[in-house]
Nanobody, 114 residues
Framework: QVQLVESGGGLVQAGGSLRLSCAAS????????MGWYRQAPGKQRELVAK??????SNYADSVKGRFTISRDAKNTVSLQMNSLKPEDTAVYYC?????????WGQGTQVTVSS
């Protein structure tokens, strides 16, 4: 079992920045993959960025160059979001894949006003 707790969402104007954090109940080095997804109203949940067990990272094309995922501590992963756009508005979910199972946080709302 892995518990994930997100923090850091909120309201920001276009062009601004936010930093999301996800605290996991296990050290993330023992988790196969960990990352962030988002879901906007009326849309499917989509990958934003993820860290792989091999130490790499993947980003959605729409956020490349603006968002950065990082491992801050043994059990915390963060998503630095710069140059935010109104289309980044969504509920952001922390995700972990561990021992063949998917785990999700409760989600944190990010709203970008134009």
């Amino acid at each position: 079992q892995v518990q994930l707790v997100e923090s850091g969402g909120g309201l920001v104007q276009a062009g601004g920045s936010l930093r999301l954090s996800c605290a996991a109940s296990k050290t993330i080095f023992s988790i196969n993959a960990m990352g962030w997804y988002r879901q906007a109203p009326g849309k499917q949940r989509e990958l934003v960025a993820k860290l792989t067990s091999g130490g790499g990272s993947n980003y959605a094309d729409s956020v490349k160059g603006r968002f950065t995922i990082s491992r801050d501590a043994k059990n915390t992963v963060s998503l630095q979001m710069n140059s935010l756009k109104p289309e980044d508005t969504a509920v952001y979910y922390c995700h972990a894949f561990y021992v063949g199972n998917d785990y999700w946080g409760q989600g944190t709302q990010v709203t970008v006003s134009s």
